[in-house]
Structures are given as structure tokens and as C-alpha cells.
């Protein structure tokens, strides 16, 4: 195991009564990027503040770099693009990040800053004056031009169509190519699935699941029957093991965690079926599948509200 560059060890965060995070243990490793999932209010933008030290845990310890996050050598380390961001619009977008560029003791050239974020052709461009696709690569440009080990991306590209969506992975995987390290929060499950190494699903401001996307979808159980029929979909609801059931024309589509049985019985009560396909399920289905079965109480321990 590597020594990981960032860790929250034991983090419970109270806001009074309101816990956004329990208990909570997270490491980031050098050269990877780690996505955290969770519902709303589950707690990720908490834990985010607490590494970047615009937020102290309730108790448990936090480390960046080895050091307190509040440390200036350590802040030194890390670039961030957080969800509430705001720059002036009337600057260009080449001051803001020279503006930027000085708070750091070993920068990126402009060039270089430009290159990464697809800045190209808007360096003289006020900020108020770009798309929004364009505004958040200048927010990513400026959380990389301090030329940081660590970026913290949280929701970067919230609002954002698929295309600029996908031009900012374009930029992000850049970033980790040439060795950085990421940890990403993010609502759009396709967007973990697409750029992640490792993936952490809060629920209730605790880690319910951790993994690869791969072993993420396992934990999710659920496979994928599509298949030609001339059975109705009644009967073939009633199919022992089959969770949902859904058509397209001539085309089912049956949901199931025990995909043999399901399949053995389907093949006994029907010979003629054709176009048969079995895929595992996507990631966002065993997302949803673990967060709703996760049972932790509304209640902690001392009674507390449970950030939901």
C-alpha cells in the first residue's frame, strides 16, 4: 500500500445537532483519482472542506501531505475547484491566472496553465464574457497553475453540457497523466465510471462501499436480461428472482440478482427465445441499489440528526 498524500482518520463533523460526517476514514493515494459519490447532503463537500482546511472535524484527524492541512507548506501542495466559486468578470482571463500563479513559490508558466485547461484563443478574454464550459476550464486552469501534487474537484462540472462535460475529463486525465493526484465529487455517475481508479459512496455521512467501478457494480448484484419473447409480461414477472421488468417493442428487459435462475426458468417456459443479452448492471443502478438499502438509523448514537 502507498502511503497516502491525504487522510481523514475517524472524522465526525457536527453542525449542532446536524452530523455531516461519522466516523469517517478516507485516503487519497499518489497518482490516482478517487471519486466520492453520495446523495445530497451525504457529506462530500464536508469532507472536502476539512482537507483544505476551510473546515475543523468535530474530532478525528486530518492530514495533508503528512502535515495540518492549515500548515502553508501543505496548502502550497494542493489546487482545488470547488462548487461556490467566484472571480471578478471584468478580468481577463490571463490576470486571473497571473493573479493566481503568485500565490505559489513554483507556478506553471501562462503557457503551460493554457495548454492544460484548452484555454487557447481566450487568454484575453474577460471572464464575464465567456460560456460556461469555458468559465469552468479557466476555474480548473487557476486550480492548476500553483503546479499542485493534489487537486480537490468538487462537482467541476455541475450545469455543464456533454460536450464540455467531456472536454473537461480531457483536461482532467491530463492532470493525472503527468502524475497528479485528484479527488472528485461529482452527481453524474457516468463521469466516476469514466475517469476513476477508486471509488467511495457516502450515504449518511459514512462510507458505505469502496472499490473499483467494476467491483462497485458487483456490490450493486443486479444483472441485465434483454431478450426476445412471445411470452407477456406478466407472466414473465412472475419469474422467481425477476425484480423489474420493462419492454421496448418487441424486446424485454428484466432486472435480477440471481441471473441463472432466472434464465433457466425463462428458457423452460419459453423455447423460442432469441436476441438474448445479459450485461452487469451500470454503475449508477448499484449506487442506487447500496444507498437505498443502506440501513443506517436517522439517529446516531447520541441522538443526533443524521445529515440527509
Not at 464540455?164 to 485528484?182: D, N, P, Y
Not at 481508479?197 to 467501478?213: F, K, M, Q, Y
Request: charged letters at 25%.
Amino acid at each position: 500500500m502507498q502511503t497516502p498524500i491525504a487522510e481523514l482518520k475517524h472524522v465526525t463533523k457536527r453542525y449542532g445537532d446536524v452530523v455531516a460526517l461519522r466516523d469517517f476514514d478516507l485516503q487519497i493515494r499518489p497518482g490516482e483519482l478517487l471519486a466520492v459519490l453520495g446523495p445530497n447532503g451525504a457529506g462530500k463537500t464536508t469532507a472536502v472542506r476539512i482537507m483544505l482546511a476551510l473546515a475543523r472535524p468535530t474530532s478525528g484527524t486530518v492530514e495533508l501531505f503528512g502535515k495540518d492541512p492549515h500548515e502553508v507548506a501543505a496548502r502550497q501542495r494542493a489546487g482545488a475547484m470547488l462548487q461556490v466559486a467566484r472571480v471578478p468578470d471584468t478580468l481577463r482571463v490571463w490576470e486571473h491566472i497571473d493573479l493566481f500563479s503568485s500565490y505559489y513559490p513554483a507556478p506553471l508558466t501562462m503557457k503551460e496553465v493554457i495548454a492544460a485547461a484548452g484555454l487557447a484563443g481566450l487568454k484575453k478574454r474577460p471572464f464575464g464574457e465567456l460560456s460556461g464550459g469555458q468559465k469552468q476550464r479557466v476555474l480548473f486552469a487557476l486550480a492548476i497553475c500553483g503546479n499542485p501534487d493534489l487537486l480537490f474537484l468538487d462537482e467541476p462540472t455541475a450545469g455543464l453540457d456533454a460536450e464540455a462535460r467531456r472536454t473537461l475529463w480531457e483536461h482532467i486525465r491530463g492532470f493525472v497523466a503527468k502524475g497528479g493526484s485528484v479527488l472528485l465529487t461529482t452527481h453524474y455517475l457516468e463521469e466516476a465510471d469514466a475517469l476513476a481508479d477508486r471509488i467511495v459512496v457516502l450515504n449518511r455521512g459514512r462510507s458505505i462501499a469502496e472499490g473499483t467501478a467494476a467491483q462497485i457494480k458487483a456490490r450493486g448484484a443486479t444483472k441485465k436480461i434483454h431478450f426476445a419473447s412471445e411470452l407477456d409480461a406478466a407472466t414473465l414477472g412472475s419469474i422467481p428472482g425477476v425484480n423489474s421488468i420493462s419492454r421496448d417493442k418487441h424486446r424485454f428487459e428484466i432486472l435480477t440478482s440471481c441471473p441463472e435462475a432466472v434464465l433457466r426458468e425463462l428458457l423452460l417456459r419459453d423455447t423460442t427465445v432469441s436476441e438474448l443479452e445479459i450485461s452487469a448492471s451500470s454503475l449508477e443502478e448499484a449506487f442506487l441499489a447500496l444507498t437505498k438499502n443502506d440501513e443506517l438509523p436517522s439517529r446516531d448514537r447520541k441522538g443526533a440528526e443524521v445529515l440527509q
